[in-house]
């Protein structure tokens, strides 16, 4: 047992064993590296990522490649999901240095942080024009043995890139924004298969939420029936993998993210509400089902993932054999004579292919719950439970908001990044506050309790106060009083998950509509002259800010909804599909819009507003 194994994390844990000196990140292997003058070696990972464990057994398992890391380097060992600001630090220079990132990462840095080499994954021999792991390994001590000289230099210049911050435009943000991103993407759209680019393909949520909203359908049916086919998507049990490593979302790279699954869901909802397609209710069902199924951790909270692996062999427990009583036609091949299912299934070979799955191993499950991710669930749940009149999916997202605000708060009302086993880890970070605020506007929108709406706004204008950057504008990814790294950054891409940015002004956006605030709006402003430069030559790396910029640039239209969300005018006002509406549920006096607004003879009523002037109410 090394030092990682008082750690909570699943992915930390698993490294435990090794014969490595792992640290993990903080002061004890900093100011070791400073007290000796050594070189850091930083991995870092994920615990359902395939290739991370392909390392470990290759590298990090074998006696004399830790020895030569024991021997030249402080070892340490980070999960990129705990601690996403030093992630993105180091990936960025990992991008700068290699032209490409990924995991597993591998960056040697000097005592104090900086990184002067980096790469992915090593292989145990050379191989690929890669050199091998040890070549490396040795290398590097070498080098800063005898050039140590250049190597701070070339530290020095790669992190003062990594400090040159992107600036906002000044160019004024324009609804034509919108407009060439729609073209962009239609121009990148895989006119066969749906997504954007080739292969491999990640699911664009985002950026179909944003085609939606400007109707433009083709490109969202086309990317929605394509993945729903079978190999990426679940048919057996549900829920979607990480990616399709061909164009065709057939072959999948089979662990399955929390987060992929919380978007993709509304993806789905939205499209069966614009187009009344059954299948896309179909999936989005089958989704909430496996997420409640799968990853629902007992305290109320999700899990974030399942593992690509199981007993080491990648997708194994969810393909097939021809010898399994799988319809032929269903089929596709895989690897190592195992298969894929895709095509029709009925609800009956469906539950028999399940329950036949079911008594296999499974795949390791990441029981860490990540409060970002979590506030994406409770939003996907809290709109499929009102939608779809599902109580027991609306009590899931409850349940989840408790837990968000119990076991993931501190006692002044800030957010912990990660919770495992009734501990609590690390800072929340900018994402954490602006999803869980996010998800906590849906769950109001579906219960109509105004608790949650009350939260979502202390939680935004918190992040405010932690993230802002009040110089230039947009927000930070770590806190004003959390720690030092060697940079502290903005993030802006909305890939895989919505930034922090981008959701944050979506969430100012709505807030500010509801409460007349326009102190919100001008701070979604300094996002988006941020992100504006790159709308256009880049939309599907931003999918996110396109729809909080639609938002921004719609018309106002608030609706006051004074009585229960199960009232018919209430159903009937919210049944469509109009994200860009804003909606608070009274009698209230503490929301500025509800105001001065009742019951009408005893009735429920809906309130239709624009800047606050509103039509005679509708019963």
């Avoid at 499974?362 to 991710?373: E, F, G, I, M």
Wanted: hydrophobic share 40%.
């Amino acid at each position: 047992m090394n030092r990682l194994a008082a750690e909570t994390s699943p992915y930390l844990l698993q490294h435990a064993d090794n014969p490595v000196d792992w640290y993990a990140w903080g002061d004890e292997a900093l100011s070791r590296a400073r007290a000796e003058d050594r070189p850091i070696l930083l991995s870092i990972g994920y615990s359902a990522c395939h290739w991370c464990h392909v390392m470990e057994h290759e590298s990090f398992e074998d006696d004399a490649t830790a020895a030569l890391m024991n021997e030249h380097f402080v070892c340490i060992k980070v999960d990129r999901e705990e601690r996403p600001d030093i992630d993105s630090i180091y990936m960025d220079a990992v991008v700068s240095l290699t032209g490409h990132g990924g995991w597993p990462m591998t960056v040697f840095l000097t005592p104090d942080g900086e990184p002067f080499f980096g790469g992915t994954y090593f292989p145990p021999e050379p191989r690929h024009g890669l050199p091998s792991f040890t070549q490396l390994l040795r290398a590097v001590a070498e080098a800063w043995r005898d050039r140590r000289e250049q190597i701070d230099h070339d530290a020095g210049s790669i992190t003062e890139r990594l400090r040159r911050s992107a600036q906002p435009s000044d160019d004024p943000l324009t609804p034509s924004l919108l407009g060439e991103a729609v073209r962009g993407l239609n121009a990148a759209l895989d006119p066969v298969w749906g997504g954007f680019g080739n292969a491999p393909k990640f699911p664009p949520a985002s950026v179909l939420e944003f085609l939606l909203r400007r109707n433009e359908l083709e490109p969202v049916t086309k990317t929605l029936d394509s993945m729903a086919l079978g190999g990426m998507y679940d048919l057996v049990g549900g829920g979607f993998h990480r990616y399709s490593v061909d164009r065709e979302w057939l072959i999948p790279h089979f662990e399955k993210m929390l987060y992929d699954n919380a978007l993709l869901i509304p993806a789905y909802l939205h499209a069966w509400v614009v187009t009344g397609v059954e299948r896309y209710r179909q999936v989005a069902e089958q989704t909430v089902e496996y997420v409640l199924r799968e990853l629902r951790l007992p305290d109320g909270g999700f899990a974030s993932a399942q593992d690509a692996d199981t007993n080491g062999v990648e997708g194994l427990t969810y393909t097939w054999t021809e010898g399994d009583d799988v319809p032929s036609e269903l089929l596709r091949p895989f690897e190592h004579e195992r298969f894929v299912v895709r095509g029709e299934l009925d609800d009956e070979t469906r539950a028999r292919l399940l329950a036949v799955r079911e008594q296999r191993e499974q795949p390791l499950r990441d029981d860490k719950a990540v409060a970002s991710w979590n506030g994406l669930t409770v939003a996907a749940l809290a709109e499929v439970g009102r939608r779809l009149e599902r109580g027991d999916v609306l009590d899931a997202a409850r349940a989840c908001a408790e837990f968000l605000l119990g076991p993931l708060s501190t006692p002044d009302g800030r957010l912990h990044r990660t919770w495992r086993d009734g501990s609590a880890r690390h800072a929340g970070v900018i994402d954490d506050y602006a999803d869980v605020a996010h998800g906590l506007y849906e769950l109001h929108v579906a219960t109509g309790e105004l608790r949650w709406l009350h939260e979502s706004r202390r939680l935004a204008l918190l992040a405010v106060d932690l993230f802002a950057d009040e110089e230039s504008g947009a927000f930070f990814l770590t806190p004003v009083d959390g720690e030092r790294l060697v940079n502290r950054k903005k993030d802006f891409d909305d890939h895989p998950t919505p930034s922090g940015n981008s959701m944050l002004a979506y969430v100012l956006l709505r807030l500010g509509r509801l409460w007349g605030d326009a102190e919100l709006d001008r701070l979604a402003v300094g996002v988006f002259r941020f992100v504006a430069p790159h709308l256009t030559r880049a939309p599907s790396a931003f999918g996110h800010a396109l729809c909080a910029l639609d938002l921004h640039f719609s018309p106002p239209r608030e609706l006051a909804v004074i009585g229960p969300p199960d009232a018919a005018v209430a159903r009937r006002e919210l049944a469509v599909f109009d994200p860009n509406a804003v909606v608070a549920f009274g009698p209230s006096d503490e929301v500025p819009l509800l105001r001065g607004k009742d019951y009408v003879d005893g009735r429920p009523a809906v309130y239709v507003c624009e800047n606050f002037a509103c039509q005679a109410p509708v019963t």
